[in-house]
């Protein structure tokens, strides 16, 4: 009888094998995923919030304004960026300020809206249209001819507690009583780099030129001072720098608008493992493999062969470069010349070796082609006379 409580192993066996089996193929492509895997985590996590756009809050280089942003939130100030004029008109509420930079992707509509806003505005680098809007008219731009270090020159207690600032080309103009005007060009009466108004119960304050704010002019003269008093004075200040991709919104068309910022460095990553996978799983290639040929055709009969061919296309000129560069070649390995020897080494190497005069040698190894079967004949007769010539040398 057989011992039926002995347990059937054959199966299992053979399920622990595959298994096995499929982890030795797919364990270095799993592990690899991993690795990668946690790297893109990481580069994503550890990855430094920071921009390289111009104005930007979190843009540490010289055209980037977060040495001002950070002192700013030092001093108590929430700073908070926006791209769109949804998101600017949503923060600015009463009590708080509205900085608005790089305004020229602003429209009408977006202007409007700005305007009807309850927050105090900060209008930096404003075009025409902007400081005609936000400005109700009072302030408009215009033009410091001899730009350098301005002087308050004004009763403004921001610009008076500042004192000075460096000065651009650009400049503004009171265009009415409203506006009050500090740091003005002496050669320009009426103009300056910075303006302050009181306007439906709220203060517009604008700056001629964003350098004051930048990194690396924020520590000239009275920049400083100025950017700190004109964007602290609310605990809320919010930065709006509107995007060329879609003013009013700041979600423009494109993919690559509404992908996450992360999405750059993934696809990377993702791009790296589909090419360490193609690496492993691609074809190596071994050494070559001999193959043998189904016909052995003998080198004489490849010659005769050839040699039927010129014939019968009445070639003479290939038949007698062929005889030629053969009969050179084999010459020139005979005296131990190289195979880059030009003509006239081989020529004078085969002269010398022969008795035969220079002009001779030349006229066989590269004179003209034969013009017929019999010229062609008595070529290779001849050359064949050369190189028993050599041989016996």
């Not at 009888?1 to 270095?28: C, F, H, K, N, Y």
């Not at 950017?227 to 060329?244: E, F, I, N």
């Not at 879609?246 to 910022?261: D, H, M, N």
């Amino acid at each position: 009888m057989t011992d039926q409580s002995a347990p059937v192993r054959i199966g299992g066996e053979r399920a622990r094998t595959a298994a096995a089996r499929r982890w030795r193929r797919w364990r270095l492509p799993l592990l690899i995923a991993v690795v990668l895997g946690i790297s893109v985590l990481f580069s994503v996590l550890i990855r430094p919030d920071l921009s390289g756009d111009p104005l930007a809050i979190n843009n540490p280089g010289p055209l980037g304004v977060r040495a001002v942003a950070q002192v700013l939130g030092r001093q108590g100030v929430h700073v908070t960026e926006v791209r769109s004029v949804d998101a600017a008109v949503a923060a600015a509420a009463a009590g708080t300020t509205l900085a608005v930079v790089e305004t020229l992707p602003l429209d009408q509509a977006d202007l409007e809206r700005l305007a009807r806003t309850p927050a105090d505005l900060v209008v930096v680098d404003g075009t025409d249209r902007t400081l005609q809007e936000l400005t109700d008219g009072a302030v408009a731009n215009a033009w410091d001819h001899a730009p350098g270090v301005r002087y308050a020159d004004c009763q403004d207690p921001d610009a008076v507690a500042a004192r000075a600032v460096s000065s651009s080309d650009y400049a503004l103009a009171a265009l009415d009583t409203r506006a009050t005007v500090c740091f003005a060009d002496p050669g320009t009466p009426g103009t300056g780099s910075y303006a302050v108004l009181e306007l439906g119960g709220r203060t517009v304050r604008v700056l001629a030129d964003s350098a004051v704010l930048t990194n690396a002019h924020v520590t000239e003269a009275g920049n400083a001072a100025l950017a700190l008093r004109v964007l602290g004075k609310h605990d809320q200040l919010t930065w709006y720098r509107p995007t060329l991709l879609s003013p009013s919104t700041g979600a423009g068309t494109g993919i690559g608008v509404a992908l996450p910022p992360f999405a750059g460095p993934v696809a990377a990553w993702l791009g790296l493992l589909v090419l360490v996978v193609a690496l492993w799983r691609a074809r190596a290639f071994g050494r070559v493999v001999t193959e043998p040929l189904p016909v052995t055709v003998r080198a004489a009969e490849t010659t005769v062969g050839r040699g039927r061919l010129y014939r019968g296309a009445r070639a003479r000129g290939h038949a007698a470069a062929a005889l030629r560069a053969g009969t050179a070649r084999r010459a020139a390995s005979r005296l131990g010349l190289a195979r880059s020897a030009d003509a006239r080494t081989v020529i004078d190497a085969l002269a010398g070796a022969t008795g035969r005069p220079p002009a001779q040698v030349a006229d066989l190894l590269y004179g003209p082609p034969p013009t017929d079967d019999a010229a062609l004949r008595a070529l290779a007769r001849a050359l064949d006379q050369l190189e028993s010539e050599v041989h016996h040398t």
